[in-house]
């Protein structure tokens, strides 16, 4: 690392036409100093030995560099020169308290202002020499301070930037826009490399605005691929959440016809209590029957015995009865839980069907029948075609099978619907009751 301490380098800008005067004679000035970016020196201005005199030295300030607290404090009411002072051999020298009194024509006010690329401020200008010679057209500041350069495998940086004050200068050999200028040590034209100088600057100029304009159109055109990706985003995010809320309420309907199954079974549980008692009572009186029968005197039978045994008979037939309700109520409630769950998964499967919380498994035929069927006249068909029509369907969604290919082929006439089965607990009833009125 090169520490750069007797070289007085600067950043200068023009000043602003905003000037304004105070009634004690003073003059307040907006202005820029100072900027980020990439400068060119010669290497006798750098003190770099082992390279010619007048080779051209690119030096980069980042803006870490630039905006560094420390940094910025230093150029806190910062003094305020007409050009760069010099000593008597006409080497740079630094303003200090011995010599401000003599060197000195105003302040920056207070702390700098950090912008995208630049520091800025308000100069006070307090000697009139300083107001004047902006006045006669002096249109440039020049910052001047010392720093570190880094070398970087051949790539030169400012670091530990310390402000010693600002000069306004005529002209810096950097033009009118915020860069790092040397005004004591500006290349003259009856150097040897001067013109090659100057070329090497104007093309950086040049390449630092090109980027610049690249760096902005990029981040509008990054800005704008962020928006549309945060709406596409946010479009996914509701189907999803729409998709959920359907799923949801599918789960919902499933709980409550689980639930709905849960007490029915605990319905059917204490229907075969109740029954399990009653073929308990049966038993006893079975028993007290046999115990009548054992008896001598119980070989004629009283009207009493007679409706013992006919209550005996009315119990039996009672007691089927709950057994075949019972079993009924146990299948049908496990039946229509599971075919329910089979008629949404398979409707889901073959329409897509979402929102069927609150359809019957006959509603939910037709709605798939009628969807896959849209050029046929659905309204009069019975729910038994329609159901026949939906198997039809769920067996074309799971691959061929014989039974459609039947079904298919005799174009599904209307079906009639199955006898309903006789129940054998009520023949018996009534055959009981034809037995006891004879």
């Given at each position: 690392?090169?520490?750069?301490?007797?070289?007085?380098?600067s950043?200068?800008?023009?000043?602003?036409?905003?000037?304004?005067?105070?009634?004690a004679?003073?003059?307040?000035?907006?202005?820029?100093?100072?900027?980020?970016?990439?400068?060119?020196?010669?290497?006798?201005?750098?003190?770099?030995?082992?390279?010619?005199?007048?080779?051209?030295?690119?030096?980069?300030?980042?803006?870490?560099?630039?905006?560094?607290?420390?940094?910025?404090?230093?150029?806190?009411s910062a003094?305020?020169?007409?050009?760069?002072?010099?000593?008597?051999?006409?080497?740079?020298?630094?303003?200090?308290?011995?010599n401000a009194?003599?060197?000195?024509?105003g302040?920056?006010?207070?702390?700098?202002?950090?912008?995208?690329?630049?520091?800025?401020?308000?100069?006070?200008l307090?000697?009139?020499?300083?107001?004047?010679?902006?006045?006669?057209?002096?249109q440039?500041?020049?910052?001047?301070?010392?720093?570190?350069?880094?070398?970087?495998?051949?790539?030169?940086?400012?670091?530990?930037?310390?402000?010693?004050?600002?000069?306004?200068?005529?002209k810096?050999?950097?033009?009118?826009?915020?860069?790092?200028?040397?005004?004591?040590?500006?290349?003259?034209?009856t150097?040897?490399?001067?013109?090659?100088?100057?070329?090497?600057?104007?093309?950086?100029?040049?390449?630092?605005?090109?980027?610049?304009?690249?760096?902005?159109?990029?981040?509008?055109?990054?800005?704008?691929?962020?928006?549309?990706?945060?709406?596409?985003?946010?479009?996914?995010?509701?189907?999803?959440?729409?998709?959920?809320?359907?799923?949801?309420?599918?789960?919902?309907?499933?709980?409550?016809?689980?639930?709905?199954?849960?007490?029915?079974?605990?319905?059917?549980?204490?229907?075969?209590?109740e029954?399990?008692?009653?073929?308990?009572e049966?038993?006893?009186?079975?028993?007290?029957?046999?115990?009548?029968?054992?008896?001598?005197?119980?070989?004629?039978?009283?009207?009493?015995?007679?409706?013992?045994?006919?209550?005996?008979?009315?119990?039996?037939?009672?007691?089927?009865?709950?057994?075949?309700?019972?079993?009924?109520?146990?299948?049908?409630?496990?039946?229509?839980?599971?075919?329910?769950?089979?008629?949404i998964?398979?409707?889901?499967?073959?329409?897509?069907?979402?929102?069927?919380?609150?359809?019957?498994?006959?509603?939910?035929?037709?709605?798939?029948?009628?969807?896959?069927?849209?050029?046929?006249?659905?309204?009069?068909?019975?729910?038994?075609?329609?159901?026949?029509?939906?198997?039809?369907?769920?067996?074309?969604s799971?691959?061929?099978?014989?039974?459609?290919?039947?079904?298919?082929?005799?174009?599904?006439?209307?079906?009639?619907p199955?006898?309903?089965?006789?129940?054998?607990?009520?023949?018996?009833?009534?055959?009981?009751?034809?037995?006891n009125?004879?």
């Open positions: 690392m090169l520490k750069v301490n007797d070289v007085q380098l950043d200068r800008i023009s000043i602003p036409t905003e000037r304004v005067l105070t009634d004679g003073q003059m307040h000035v907006p202005c820029k100093f100072a900027r980020t970016g990439s400068q060119l020196y010669t290497a006798k201005q750098l003190g770099l030995v082992d390279r010619e005199d007048n080779e051209v030295i690119t030096v980069h300030r980042e803006a870490a560099d630039v905006f560094d607290a420390a940094s910025m404090a230093t150029f806190r003094p305020v020169t007409i050009g760069h002072p010099k000593d008597d051999s006409g080497k740079s020298i630094v303003v200090s308290a011995s009194k003599k060197l000195q024509v302040m920056l006010e207070g702390m700098p202002v950090q912008d995208e690329e630049t520091l800025g401020g308000v100069l006070v307090t000697a009139q020499e300083a107001i004047d010679s902006l006045e006669d057209g002096t440039e500041l020049s910052a001047g301070y010392t720093c570190d350069i880094e070398d970087v495998e051949g790539v030169y940086f400012q670091r530990n930037i310390r402000a010693n004050h600002i000069a306004i200068v005529a810096g050999r950097a033009g009118s826009s915020c860069r790092i200028s040397d005004e004591a040590l500006e290349v003259q034209a150097e040897d490399g001067a013109i090659e100088a100057q070329v090497a600057q104007a093309k950086a100029e040049a390449a630092e605005k090109a980027k610049t304009k690249a760096s902005k159109a990029a981040t509008k055109e990054q800005d704008k691929l962020a928006n549309k990706a945060e709406k596409e985003a946010a479009k996914a995010a509701a189907k999803e959440v729409k998709a959920e809320e359907k799923v949801a309420a599918a789960e919902a309907v499933v709980e409550k016809e689980a639930a709905e199954a849960v007490e029915a079974k605990a319905a059917a549980d204490k229907e075969a209590e029954a399990k008692v009653a073929e308990q049966l038993e006893t009186a079975k028993e007290e029957l046999e115990e009548v029968k054992s008896e001598d005197e119980a070989i004629d039978l009283t009207d009493e015995l007679a409706v013992q045994v006919k209550l005996v008979d009315e119990l039996t037939i009672e007691l089927e009865s709950v057994k075949v309700e019972l079993a009924d109520a146990k299948l049908a409630a496990e039946q229509s839980v599971t075919e329910r769950c089979a008629a998964e398979n409707a889901r499967l073959i329409s897509d069907f979402r929102d069927l919380g609150d359809k019957t498994i006959e509603q939910i035929e037709r709605m798939v029948v009628e969807d896959q069927m849209p050029e046929k006249d659905l309204t009069s068909k019975s729910d038994v075609y329609i159901s026949a029509m939906f198997e039809i369907l769920v067996d074309a799971q691959g061929e099978t014989p039974m459609g290919k039947l079904l298919r082929a005799q174009n599904i006439a209307d079906a009639t199955v006898a309903k089965p006789v129940c054998k607990v009520a023949a018996a009833r009534e055959r009981s009751t034809a037995r009125k004879a």
